[in-house]
């Protein structure tokens, strides 16, 4: 009779022993976020989504008679903390462009003057998700003679299908950040 209740003990020890490492292992597998995908596209869309992993090169151009494009980045159903990793803005000759972020208060984060073609970054800014991030392009001194390129990198944004939201603002809505920023 004892023998049958030490082997009846042993045997559910053993059980639980192996549900417990089957748990233990599935809870340790690594979280599979997707292939990365670096495709690139153009700001000059009014609106549209990523629906990919890894990074978010964003393109734009501001034309010669512009004097500022605004751009909204929105990070929505995000797992890690996803942060501007560089940006790389050459100016213009005989041209002075200033590049601010602005958090969802429209407080500055950074900036960055380029004149003359010198090349310059910002940097090291970590986004929040369903909060959105404004992003100015400015021409401070000069006449552009042909439309001005920049480039801004996002990594590390871990998404979803979702992804992120970026948009080149309308003269409106310009126009209600501007007033926010001077008030």
């Known amino acids: 009779m004892k023998f049958k209740k030490t ?65 909204k980045i929105r990070l929505t159903d995000a797992t890690y903390p996803a942060v501007i990793a560089y940006s790389n803005f050459t100016g213009v000759p005989g041209c002075t462009y ?29 986004l929040a998700y ?10 401070i001194s000069g006449t552009p003679t042909e439309p001005y390129n920049f480039s801004l990198n996002v990594s590390r944004v871990y998404t979803s299908k979702e992804g992120a939201e970026i948009s080149e603002l309308t003269q409106d809505e310009i126009a209600e950040l501007t007033e926010e920023v001077t008030e």
């Open 130 to 139: 369903n909060v959105p991030y404004y992003f100015q392009v400015e021409l």
């Open 7 to 71: 082997i009846a003990t042993l045997l559910s020890t053993i059980l639980l022993m192996g549900l417990f490492a089957t748990s233990a292992f599935a809870y340790m597998q690594p979280v599979k976020e997707g292939e990365p995908n670096n495709t690139q596209t153009s700001a000059s869309s009014k609106s549209f989504k990523y629906p990919y992993y890894d990074n978010l090169n964003v393109y734009g151009t501001c034309n010669s008679n512009d004097l500022q494009d605004w751009y």
């Open 98 to 126: 200033k590049y601010t972020i602005y958090d969802n208060n429209m407080v500055e984060w950074g900036h960055v003057t380029s004149t003359n073609a010198s090349q310059e970054s910002l940097s090291d800014f970590t």
